[in-house]
């Protein structure tokens, strides 16, 4: 125990005579800070390990953040997510934990590394739908990437496939996504085309997609006309969109259709 807690603390030396030369410390400061951090050290390597331990020390090591100094600045992160690894390695089932180390990652921009946490955490809580939309949206609003998005989404369904908020949020995206390929659209040459791309854009500018994502959610979760009308709320949304139209009168010919006028009228 003893040689591990000393090689974290050599690890820090070259952070501890930056402080000093830089004058942000000096040395009986930072005398104090080594016997704190040795005193915590000790609290998370020992057999039995608590929550608390590890959160208290993030928290001291945060105050050490002077986001001026670069260097020492990021030393101390990197201890931090190896501090906030190490506790969600050993508290797998703390969701919260795991919230908590992936918002320290949005704080300090690593968004990257925030996207692995997500997918870390989703292996452990792979049935907390609401998980699953918060990592999807993070790659489509964050990381800019529709395709990582629609992924989390389609494996989330395969786990939960009567889950309805999964559903409509996943409309929902595929919804933003032709909003995203209009505006793309908007600022580019209209002269110039790409051929390659320009199919696979306009099956989704014609809202393919759209139909495809509302006949699953209606095969999965059958004979509800409130989850059905949800769909036709969202759409009014996006009536911008000139396959919307075409869209919600399906919906409403499939209600008129299955369910009498009493149960359309609630």
Known sequence: MAEVIQR???????????SKRIG???????????RTRKRHEYKII?????????????KKLKLGIT??????????????????????HRFKKDIQLWLTFIEFLKKQYDYSTASSVYLSALQIHSNKHWLWILAAKFEFEV?????????????????????????????KLELLYVELIE???????????????????????EGKIIEVVLNNAQESIPDDPEFLCSF???????????????????IYRILEEKYSSDVLSQ
């Open 67 to 88: 986001h001026k100094k670069n260097e020492i600045d990021l030393a101390i992160k990197r201890r931090i997510e190896r501090l906030f690894r190490s506790a969600c």
């Open 232 to 250: 036709a709320s969202i759409l009014y949304e996006f009536r911008q969109f000139s396959f919307v139209e075409e869209i919600v009168n399906k």
């Open 46 to 58: 020992r057999r039995t390990k608590e929550k608390e331990c590890y959160l208290d020390y993030i």
């Open 183 to 205: 505006k793309r659209r908007a600022v580019l040459d209209g002269n110039r085309k790409d051929k390659s791309d320009d199919e696979n854009s306009d099956a989704i500018l």
């Open 24 to 34: 942000l410390f000096n040395e009986q400061e930072i005398k104090k800070i080594i």
């Open 143 to 171: 990381m800019v990437s529709p395709s990582s998005a629609r992924a989390l989404f389609q494996r989330a369904l395969r786990l939960m496939p009567k889950c309805k908020q999964l559903w409509i949020e996943y409309f």
């Open 8 to 18: 974290h603390l050599e690890e820090m030396l070259l952070e501890f005579e930056q």
